[in-house]
T-cell receptor, first 112, second 112 residues
Framework: DQQVKQNSPSLSVQEGRISILNCDYT??????FLWYKKYPAEGPTFLIS?????DKNEDGRFTVFLNKSAKHLSLHIVPSQPGDSAVYFC???????????FGTGTRLTIIP | NAGVMQNPRHLVRRRGQEARLRCSPM?????VYWYRQLPEEGLKFMVY????????ESGMPKERFSAEFPKEGPSILRIQQVVRGDSAAYFC??????????FGQGTRLTVV
């Protein structure tokens, strides 16, 4: 039972344009959401998070949007840079940072 | 401030042998989490530990797998009598209570 879904296994975006990565979840108990970035042979690196009491959180080039009624969140990266090429994982939890449930990831490729 | 340290980075075991994976959390972190990533899948939660206590082991297979986080020393994930299906990347993360978890670079276990 995949409670966190990333339906796009891959995404290619031109450098300088906006990258939009999507994530859907089924468990209505989730109240904390995170995005991680992962390079090959490395561990995931925390990017940005959002609590269910908010619908938007912004940090530099990264913005996460949360639509609770649709059980959907998205990560916007603008402008996209070549160093953003990586696998992005959406994760969710109940009540905090413990026991994260991860999606299967989206491989983002930024085309120079 | 060193990050989360995992060793070894790569581990090869024959079927039936034991695998011991080590994780040293970031300085000041008392919460440790283990995740497993199978090929082409997202990270799956295995166990959450605090010093000398297992808080949540709901993601651990019932047999052959065990984890500990002693008062002194690293956290250990132990897999007895390994089988081919145990081949995966095992990631450790650590956090302070209420803050984002930081991941190590992972241990890639190959069972031959």
């Amino acid at each position: 039972d995949q409670q966190v879904k990333q339906n796009s296994p891959s995404l290619s975006v031109q450098e300088g344009r906006i990258s939009i990565l999507n994530c859907d979840y089924t468990n209505s108990m989730f109240d904390y959401f995170l995005w991680y970035k992962k390079y090959p042979a490395e561990g995931p690196t925390f990017l940005i998070s959002i609590s269910s009491i908010k619908d938007k959180n912004e940090d530099g080039r990264f913005t996460v949007f949360l639509n609770k009624s649709a059980k959907h969140l998205s990560l916007h990266i603008v402008p996209s840079q070549p160093g953003d090429s990586a696998v992005y994982f959406c994760a969710a939890s109940v009540g905090g940072n413990e026991k994260l449930t991860f999606g299967t990831g989206t491989r983002l490729t930024i085309i120079p | 401030n060193a990050g989360v340290m995992q060793n070894p980075r790569h581990l090869v075991r024959r079927r039936g042998q034991e695998a011991r994976l080590r994780c040293s959390p970031m300085k000041g972190h008392s919460h440790v989490y283990w995740y497993r990533q199978l090929p082409e899948e997202g990270l799956k939660f295995m166990v959450y530990l605090q010093k000398e206590n297992i808080i949540d082991e709901s993601g651990m297979p019932k047999e052959r797998f065990s984890a500990e986080f002693p008062k002194e020393g690293p956290s250990i994930l132990r897999i007895q009598q390994v089988v081919r299906g145990d081949s995966a990347a095992y990631f450790c993360a650590s956090s302070s209570r209420g803050y984002e978890a930081f991941f190590g670079q992972g241990t890639r276990l190959t069972v031959v």
